[in-house]
């Protein structure tokens, strides 16, 4: 994009941009900056794009308020794997050092047979040419640093505040919540997640189809260590991933497997640990005594959603838009649901910034990120294949996988590198 660099943030002396780093915010624009002071601004939900999407525009001298229905923060969810590419945005916020102090940065990933445990290849995400690295966080310890760093720069989160309509008709926005207050804002931003309220406003139903998989997902408590390795441990349809989190304290898992049988769509559905030990019964004894500790799970439908055609709609005196889940809803096979959400929120702010209208920056901002999303997340449906091979398809890619790791480990890494090298500061 043509213009003078603009960046809200930090500076050195000179002028110049410094690193992000400590609670400094350094979110940083390009191009001819549309005048977000004043612009009112209300984003529905205080989840990962909701928050990050509150700060980058708080920055941008916006004035944000953000409407999520949960009574406040809670110490709920599991794991999440922020890759590099989602870590530029929480250095880009000045989120760096509260994501070292709460979460565990990653060695490795390691690719598993999922009978015998023994590891297939070994995959090096402590690069040097990815110095946000590669981290490993609960996602409560994600929201509670995202709404602190949205607090800081001056957006207004409100608690208790479930939406009981949207309208997108009228000249600007209008949202009624269930305690009878409305709001008519120059924008809206729909940050709510699968079942978006906003998303439904701009493109009507949807039509998710369930995929023939489900997944569990627990937390296990653990001995503190410092090693931060993920493992994939892969079988006949079916596959389990678990790394450490919380200093080595907890442990996180994710078990998927391809069944006929429909299960409920979202994560909170809690299921009889006893199911997932069953579906998991001829892995390796590693994993069986992870299973083994799991005294709660909840287990949930993974349900494939069209990325929204249309992520915006201008109104005579406004804008509404979505993003995230709300747009582009992401299977967990690929762990980048969060990581496309913070790109998503940067990016956002980003666009609008750089045009002179709040129509041109949300189009400008879908055509940048439908393409990238969109393959992504034909990324993820291949490692969902590759993760359940069974048969002969099985044990060729497992003697690939050996091979390669012997000969040449990198090559793997570098097949991403389209993914964890994106970074939103060369926007």
Known sequence: MNGARKCIGKTDPDGTESSAGGNAPAFCIWGDQMNLAGCDIVV?????????????????GAQITVLEQAAGLENVGAGIQISPNGAAVLHRLGLAEALDAASMRAQAVDMCDGYSGNRLIRLDVARPNTPEGYSF??????????????????????????????????????????????????????????????????????????????????????????????????????????????????????????????????????????????????????????????????????????????????????????????????????????????????????HLGAHDTIAAGLASWQNDRAPRVTRVIHASTRNAQAFHLAGWRRDGAHLGLRLIGRLAPRLMTRRFDWLYGYDVRDF
């Open 137 to 350: 966080i609960h996602r409560a310890d994600l929201i509670a640093l995202l709404y602190n760093g949205a607090v800081q720069a001056g957006a207004d989160i409100q608690f208790s505040q479930k939406i009981d309509s949207i309208d997108v008709s009228g000249r600007r926005p209008r949202l009624m919540t269930a305690t009878g207050a409305t709001h008519t804002p120059r924008l809206v931003i729909g940050a709510d997640g699968l079942h978006s309220r906003l998303r439904a406003a701009l493109t009507g139903p949807g039509a998710p189809f369930f995929t023939g998989q489900v997944a569990w997902r627990a937390v296990i408590p653990s001995q503190p260590t410092a090693d931060a390795f993920a493992e994939v441990h892969m079988g006949e349809g079916r596959h389990l991933v678990s790394y450490p989190l919380r200093g080595g304290t907890q442990r996180n898992i994710v078990a998927v497997e391809e069944r006929g049988e429909w299960a409920a769509e979202g994560w909170s559905h809690r299921d009889d640990p006893a199911a997932l030990r069953a579906a998991f019964a001829r892995f390796s004894p590693r994993v069986q005594g992870w299973l083994d500790a799991v005294d709660e799970v909840h287990l949930w439908g993974l349900f494939r959603h069209p990325v929204a055609r249309h992520w915006w709609k201008a109104l005579p005196d406004g804008a509404a838009a979505i993003l995230g889940d709300a747009a582009h809803p992401m299977l967990p096979f690929l762990a980048q649901g969060a990581n496309m959400a913070l790109e998503d929120a940067a990016m956002l702010a980003a």
């Open 44 to 60: 529905i939900g205080a989840g990962v794009a909701g928050l990050t999407a509150a700060q980058a525009l708080a920055h941008s």
